[in-house]
């Protein structure tokens, strides 16, 4: 069984360069599937959920080709209409290919992918807005079947910004006659990614970003070459741990904008985060911080992807700060572990009470799911001894290069059979 070994309390210092963005990445290679032809993507993480993704395109005829700049993907045919059903039930966002594949085939039978550790994580709204679109869609065996002679430009309002069914009504929408106007639609930078790749292929979108896009299709898009934003989930991981830490760290390759709600509440604390270029920023934390509240939301607000690594830093802070968790019902995973650090958090619905200790002191722990593994790892960096945490295979989904990107600006990091002792 490997384990990630963390010898806690050394400050993060220096220069971390940001990777590309994981969900980001795996919303742009399905989106390949809209294009008749070759689409290069640049800065596309090495990461396992990237390799499910590849996996999946290469299962229904995309020819996939490692250059030493990006990833060449031609899906100028495509020879399957269906997915293998372990893929996706190994990685929720393969059902991301749905809306092209039916755009492309008039035709797309994908695995549900159920539930997962945060939550339910139901996709009515994806099946919602294809329906709007024009397909029939039934779920049968463990499949969503949606067929469609032609897809046709709607109206769309989505109850909830859902990311994914945002993705998929634009993927579709793309290659939909007519134009489509969906409200209340996701305004993650991953949207404007899309909507900038979907662009460049030859679709036309207007207010990516907002409440309310216009999404003009066409009946064929083209390859093209793009570069995938950098990691705000990464990045702001790095961050929590550098104020988690009292270090000076500065990133590189993150817009200031994609940021600004966890800048905003590290700051509140005490945190000094100053932009120092256009895609790059730095954290320096010293002395004591002060508790806050916080509450998930969809972005702009404050994302669920950093919660958890978020009640890491707040543990470990005196006072009493307050998470609110509004997007999973489920996300409270590393609680129970935190506490075996000797965190003091009281959980109550979806509200979390976190009485602040210092310090916290190295454990076995295990991760539950990604992001849950990043906050034990954000609590061993600052925690008084080894901190020995298992379910590595989760933090490999979203993490790049996690202990030589730590250990790089000081971190006592490293990865081992179970039993092992941290090294320098
Ligand atoms: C994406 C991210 C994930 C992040 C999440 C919220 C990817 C690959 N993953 O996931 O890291 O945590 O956004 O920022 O991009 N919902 C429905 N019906 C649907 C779809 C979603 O009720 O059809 C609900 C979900 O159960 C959840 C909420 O909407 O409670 C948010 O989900 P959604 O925005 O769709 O997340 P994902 O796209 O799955």
Request: hydrophobic residues 45%; aromatic residues 4%; contains cysteine.
């Amino acid at each position: 069984m490997e384990a990630i070994l963390i010898e806690g309390g050394q400050p993060l210092v220096g220069t971390l360069a940001v990777s590309g963005a994981k969900n980001t990445a795996l919303a742009l290679l399905a989106a390949t599937l809209c294009a008749s032809g070759t689409t290069v993507l640049e800065n596309v993480p090495e990461l396992a959920d990237v390799q499910v993704m590849l996996e999946v395109l290469t299962s229904i005829g995309v020819k996939v080709q490692r250059q030493h700049d990006g990833i060449a993907l031609d899906a100028s045919v495509l020879t399957s209409h269906t997915t293998p059903y372990d893929l996706v039930t190994r990685m929720r966002a393969s059902f991301f290919v749905l809306g092209p594949i039916l755009a492309r085939l008039g035709q797309a039978r994908i695995p549900l992918p159920g539930g997962c550790a945060i939550g339910s994580r139901p996709v009515d709204l994806h099946l919602k807005g294809l329906r709007a679109l024009g397909a029939e869609v039934a779920i049968e065996h463990g499949y969503a079947i949606a067929k469609a002679d032609k897809l046709v430009g709607a109206a769309i309002y989505l109850d909830y910004p859902s990311v994914g069914a945002t993705e998929t009504i634009m993927m579709a929408a793309a290659l939909a006659e007519g134009t489509t106007t969906l409200t209340n639609g996701a305004q993650e930078p991953e949207i404007v990614d899309l909507a900038e790749l979907l662009t460049a292929m030859g679709a036309r979108i207007e207010g990516a970003g907002t409440e309310c896009m216009r999404i003009e299709g066409r009946p064929d898009l083209v390859g093209v070459r793009h570069r995938c934003i950098g990691d705000r989930i990464e990045a702001g991981t790095f961050m929590i741990a550098a104020a988690a830490t009292r270090g000076d760290l500065t990133l590189v390759g993150i817009r200031p904008e994609h940021v600004a709600s966890l800048s905003g509440k590290l700051q509140e604390m005490g945190v000094s985060v100053t932009w120092t270029a256009p895609e790059a920023l730095r954290v320096q934390a010293t002395g004591e911080l002060t508790p806050i509240d916080v509450r998930t939301l969809p972005f702009p607000g404050f994302p669920t992807d950093l919660q958890a690594q978020t009640m890491a830093l707040l543990a470990m802070t005196p006072g009493t700060s307050m998470l609110t968790e509004t997007v999973f019902e489920n996300r409270f995973l590393h609680v129970d572990e935190l506490l075996r650090m000797g965190a003091n958090i009281k959980t109550e619905g979806n509200c979390a009470v976190i009485q602040g200790v210092r310090p916290l002191t190295g454990a076995p722990v295990r991760a539950t799911d990604l992001r849950a593994g990043a906050a034990l790892v954000v609590a061993g960096l600052a925690a008084r001894g080894t901190t020995q945490i298992t379910g590595v295979h989760h933090i490999d989904r979203g993490y790049e290069r996690l202990e030589e990107k730590l250990i790089s600006v000081g971190a006592r990091i490293t990865r081992s059979g179970v039993g092992e002792t941290a090294k320098p």
